[in-house]
């Protein structure tokens, strides 16, 4: 799917990231995709292939201390908050060993670093390597559980790996994403079912993002003017 007025959502799987294009204002299919690298992506976004994409992955890095955007996100969340955890600061950005990047985490902020934080600082290094100020009107930082969230108005009842909590994300997406069955249950590279919902939950941000009727929390911007915001 290309041309005006279509949207993508992006959330990080195994070795690379799932890819959903959609149109903007809902009609139509949905394509799913698995991509190793965001090189075709922005150049999409630089082309105006694509119209906004949102990506599940931070964008905007303190040099210390926890991002506004995270800790409102938490709090708005409440009982999911534990899926929100503090983006890395940006000092550690390049450390390729946990404890390396532990010590250089203690050493910045006098805090310790969660293995699951550590875990994404590869893909938060590759995005921050693309992303400008310019580049930001268009691709934006979502969390997928809080565009459920705003969807539903109100935080998902069940941990999202549980049958019970996949099944009620697949119903509220399945109110804006009618396809949505069709391509979950097909394997895609190296993306599993909850990275597929993942990304359909961002690409529907995406939407909002681009009829500006989104929810925006923090905003604030880095040392290299990125905003540090979360949308949904």
Not at 100 to 124: M, N, P, W
Not at 183 to 188: A, D, L, P
Not at 196 to 219: K, M, N
Request: with cysteine; glycine share 12%.
């Amino acid at each position: 799917m290309s041309g005006s007025n279509v949207v993508a959502g992006l959330d990080g799987c195994r070795n690379g990231w799932v890819l959903v294009t959609t149109a903007a204002d809902g009609r139509g299919s949905s394509t799913v995709e698995y991509v190793a690298h965001l090189h075709g992506v922005i150049s999409s976004l630089d082309g105006r292939e694509l119209d906004a994409a949102g990506i599940d992955i931070p964008i905007g890095l303190p040099d210390v201390g926890p991002r506004r955007c995270d800790v409102e996100a938490r709090r708005l969340l409440g009982p999911r908050r534990s899926s929100v955890f503090p983006a890395p600061v940006r000092g550690l950005l390049g450390a390729s060993h946990y404890d390396v990047a532990a010590a250089r985490c203690r050493a910045l902020s006098g805090k310790g670093l969660s293995r699951q934080a550590f875990g994404i600082l590869a893909k938060v290094g590759e995005v921050d390597r693309l992303m400008t100020p310019l580049r930001q009107r268009h691709l934006i930082e979502v969390h997928p559980e809080v565009s459920l969230c705003a969807l539903a108005y109100g935080p998902m009842s069940h941990y999202k790996k549980t049958p019970e909590g996949r099944a009620e994300r697949m119903e509220v997406l399945r109110a804006v994403f009618p396809d949505i069955d069709m391509h979950v249950g097909v394997r895609t590279g190296e993306a599993g079912p909850d990275d597929i919902i993942d990304a359909f939950a961002v690409a529907w941000s995406a939407r909002r993002w681009l009829a500006r009727t989104y929810l925006r929390l923090g905003g604030d911007l880095d040392g290299r003017g990125l905003r540090m915001e979360i949308v949904a």
